[in-house]
């Protein structure tokens, strides 16, 4: 009498379609991990030597998250986001030790610090309301704080302020607000109030540089940590950009389109800065912008 054959330990262990979201590594097709937890040594060997489990097919991908799904503390993300993450982090701490050591905001657009504290604001409504992670609002609550203590330094600070380039900044930004608060009441994902500021935000961020950029223009010749601070910027925007790649690949349901075009616009818009950049670094020169 025949016995019948092992049921296999991958598939029986492996989560369910609905808990998707629990798993370290998503397939596209059925949400199921590739290392299931209580996997035998000899099976895991066994799978690392099937070439099937490591195509970048359609179905399967590689694990590339960091963090613990469960952990309320730093939840599951890919390598992208948290490197975006961290470089728009950088970029923040440039600029403040520009304004806190230099007592010195020349070359600085206040109209685009105006907007990315209006931008923070819009965004994150949901941070008393809805909680994701230590992390998450961690996060929120410093790019929110540190975009209004820049504004607030460039405004009300004895010694910064006197170095502002009023005389450069005279882009109108409030046009960008409106214009961006208008598209979104028309492009947006759920016509909710959370939702239309966040599709606000987003669209507002894509064009925030413009006003720094336009300044840097004018002015010509670019301070270090002033071109430190736009690369940052735009370097973090850029990383987003594969975060967004790899969660397309990576996750079976992927809705954020409205995130992903607004971040190639507000890419494309470094794009100049980025080749003059290139330039400065390549001949160890001062970065200098055609006006």
């Excluded at 304004?99 to 008393?128: M, N, P, W």
């Excluded at 594969?242 to 409205?258: C, D, G, H, P, Q």
Aim: with cysteine.
């Amino acid at each position: 009498m025949k016995s019948n054959p092992p049921t296999n330990p991958t598939r029986q262990n492996a989560p369910r379609n609905g808990d998707q979201s629990r798993a370290f590594c998503k397939h596209r097709g059925g949400g199921r991990s590739p290392f299931p937890t209580g996997t035998s040594p000899s099976l895991l060997l066994h799978t690392l030597s099937t070439p099937s489990q490591f195509s970048f097919s359609s179905s399967s991908s590689l694990c590339f998250n960091l963090g613990h799904p469960k952990s309320p503390i730093f939840p599951t993300m890919n390598a992208f986001r948290l490197a975006g993450d961290i470089t728009h982090l950088i970029s923040i701490l440039v600029l403040l030790l520009k304004i806190y050591a230099t007592k010195s905001c020349s070359g600085i657009s206040l109209k685009t610090q105006e907007l990315y504290a209006v931008v923070f604001l819009a965004r994150y409504l949901d941070l008393f309301t809805d909680f994701i992670s230590v992390y998450n609002s961690v996060m929120k609550v410093v790019f929110i704080l540190s975009s209004v203590a820049i504004v607030w330094c460039m405004r009300r600070h004895r010694a910064v302020k006197r170095s502002y380039d009023k005389e450069l900044d005279t882009f109108r930004h409030y046009y960008l607000v409106g214009a961006c608060f208008v598209f979104a009441l028309l492009v947006h994902e759920k016509f909710t109030f959370q939702e239309v500021f966040w599709a606000f935000s987003i669209y507002l961020e894509a064009v925030a540089i413009i006003p720094q950029l336009v300044l840097l223009q004018r002015s010509g010749n670019v301070d270090n940590l002033t071109g430190q601070y736009v690369f940052f910027l735009g370097a973090y925007r850029a990383l987003y950009i594969l975060n967004w790649i790899y969660r397309y690949f990576t996750e079976a349901k992927f809705s954020r389109w409205i995130a992903c075009i607004s971040g190639l616009v507000q890419t494309a818009l470094y794009a100049d800065f980025f080749y003059y950049y290139f330039l400065s670094w390549k001949n160890n020169a001062k970065l200098n912008l055609p006006a």
